[in-house]
């Protein structure tokens, strides 16, 4: 039996990244073809020697199942509010069957939920059914929203700007860096804030609704749009200025310019107090 120190360490390092990564061999890449010519055509136990207690294949187990396990901590943990919504038990069924078709690729583990909430729509249950039930939508939309809200806090951007006040001209208004505003089908600002100040929110009915999400100085913000706020602040994200997003709403989405004119007073005056602007420089 060859001798695993025989390996270089940097050829075995990668194999055993392998083995860990995707110890299901869902991807293309073979472990053994890092390895030296003289170990690629041999098996396992060619790296890896049997001891007295376990052969060769359960000493690697061991380790596999550490690493799932810290993988699925880690889902866990990214999206605890759809763990608590679906049960722990059923999460971790998800969680373990998409690690098995989403592999880790890094050794950063930011990416890890990347695919979950595409993954939830792709094994829907009822998929191929005319009627779908309205569950699988509320997951996928809090699995969205759970990744989203972490991509957002984790986002590089500039911090070093003058927030807008009330006497800031509205030519000069843009919206902070970090803005993003959402729609969904079911209230999922709200079950995510109940279950993140520690309540036990139930699984709520459908219905539209729309927030915003802002960071400032690390800290995220949620706050509940309605529909002519949320086209409104997107017009704005895209780099419009007020005047242009103004004449985007009424145009494209049939907002009546008088009524406009009589609610924007108060929408400035609010989002200034709830630090959506910034000064334009």
């Given at each position: 039996m060859a001798e695993s120190t025989n390996i270089p360490?940097?050829?075995?390092?990668?194999?055993?990244?392998?083995?860990?990564?995707?110890?299901?061999?869902?991807?293309?890449?073979?472990?053994?073809?890092?390895?030296p010519g003289a170990f690629q055509g041999g098996g396992l136990e060619s790296v890896i020697n049997d001891s007295k207690r376990l052969p060769a294949r359960e000493h690697l187990a061991i380790y596999q199942r550490s690493y799932i396990a810290r993988l699925r901590d880690c889902m866990a943990k990214q999206f605890s509010a759809l763990e608590y919504a679906l049960g722990e038990?059923?999460?971790?069924?998800?969680?373990?069957?998409?690690?098995?078709?989403?592999?880790?690729?890094?050794?950063?583990?930011?990416?890890?939920?990347?695919?979950?909430?595409?993954?939830?729509?792709?094994?829907?249950?009822?998929?191929?059914?005319?009627?779908k039930e309205e569950w699988?939508?509320?997951?996928?939309e809090l699995a969205r929203f759970e990744y989203a809200t972490l991509?957002?806090?984790e986002e590089q951007a500039d911090e070093d700007f003058v927030l807008a006040g009330d006497?800031?001209?509205?030519?000069?208004?843009?919206?902070?860096p970090v803005f993003y505003a959402f729609y969904f089908q079911f209230p999922i600002r709200w079950f995510y804030s109940e279950f993140v100040n520690g309540n036990k929110p139930g699984m709520p009915y459908a219905q539209d609704t729309f927030c915003a999400v802002v960071r400032r100085n690390y800290k995220l913000a949620l706050f509940d749009l309605n529909p002519g706020q949320y086209y409104f602040l997107n017009y704005l994200k895209e780099g419009g200025s007020v005047s242009e997003a103004k004449q985007l709403l009424c145009k494209n989405q049939g907002f009546d310019s008088g009524k406009l004119e009589e609610v924007w007073p108060v929408w400035k005056e609010k989002w200034i107090e709830q630090g959506f602007f910034r000064v334009d420089s």
């Open positions: 360490l940097s050829s075995f390092q990668q194999w055993m990244q392998q083995m860990l990564l995707d110890p299901h061999g869902q991807t293309e890449v073979d472990p053994m073809q890092v390895l038990e059923l999460f971790c069924g998800f969680a373990d069957n998409y690690l098995e078709l989403y592999p880790s690729s890094s050794y950063n583990l930011m990416n890890l939920g990347a695919h979950f909430a595409d993954y939830l729509e792709d094994t829907r249950p009822d998929k191929d059914d005319p009627l699988p939508d509320f997951m996928i991509i957002i806090f006497q800031t001209p509205e030519e000069e208004l843009r919206l902070i």
